[in-house]
């Protein structure tokens, strides 16, 4: 079965406030493996970035003024997704600023039927307590340092994994890094996907093997 992990960044928070996007970040997994298909612009949002939306993600009106506007890649995101399962953090923001878009354009909305909330997914398994996308990432023990500013593509990395490790599964890992502008540089050929191995120590197997010594009949050994 195939999934896209999505992530977006906007120019602040409602779209009642005439918020567009600047960022969409997408990447497929089938049967919870990265399969190497990613879809990501920077967008052109034709309007002023907030301050507060500046503090999250650093993108700022200059960097975004010669970027694609949404109505030019609107046809490619659409297949992008058709059919699959959106698995997303906070749904709800997302999926509203997406349909804004869509309506802008007179484009066919997305529904809510194929879309997964991680963060509701969050709430019911752990009542409670932090569920943002960093206090999973620090539950499941995953490495957010990179994560200094939010990036559609590092987020999409981070939420594939805690994804994976909500529904209790192995965990992918892509390769994101820098460009030499600071922005992201998605390194297509670098993906991984992989199971996370603790192997013992000397002092661990010393221990253990005593354990077994003491616990069970001498002539196992």
């Given amino acids: 079965m195939k999934e896209i992990i999505l992530d977006t960044e906007t120019t602040g928070l409602s779209v009642k406030d005439g918020h567009r ?25 034709e309007r002023e970035v907030s301050k507060s939306a500046l503090e999250v993600h650093g993108y700022t009106d200059e960097f975004l003024s010669d970027k694609k506007k ?17 698995i997303i953090h906070n749904a709800d923001f997302d999926i509203s600023h997406l ?9 066919k909305e997305i529904s809510k039927e194929f ?13 409670g307590s932090g569920i943002s996308l960093d206090a999973l990432c620090k539950r499941f023990r995953i490495d957010n340092s990179r994560r200094e500013k939010h ?8 939420l594939a994994k805690v994804y994976i490790n909500l529904i209790d599964q192995k965990e992918p890992s892509l390769n994101l890094g820098e460009s030499t502008e600071g922005k992201m540089n998605y390194s297509q050929g670098n993906l991984e996907y992989y199971k996370k191995v603790i192997f013992p ?7 253990h093997s005593n354990f077994l010594k003491k616990h069970l009949k001498k002539n196992y050994f």
């Fill in 70 to 86: 949404f109505k030019e890649i609107a046809d490619e995101f659409l297949s992008f997704i058709d059919g699959k399962k959106l």
């Fill in 115 to 127: 879309v997964v909330d991680t963060l509701e997914i969050a709430r019911n398994k752990f009542p």
């Fill in 201 to 207: 120590n000397e002092k661990e197997l010393s221990d």
């Fill in 99 to 107: 349909n804004n878009e869509l309506q802008l354009i007179k484009k």
């Fill in 21 to 45: 996007i600047v960022e969409i970040g997408c990447i497929e997994l089938d049967n919870l493996v990265p399969t190497k298909k990613y879809f990501h612009y920077y967008l052109n949002p």
């Fill in 151 to 158: 990036t559609a593509l590092i987020d999409c990395d981070l």
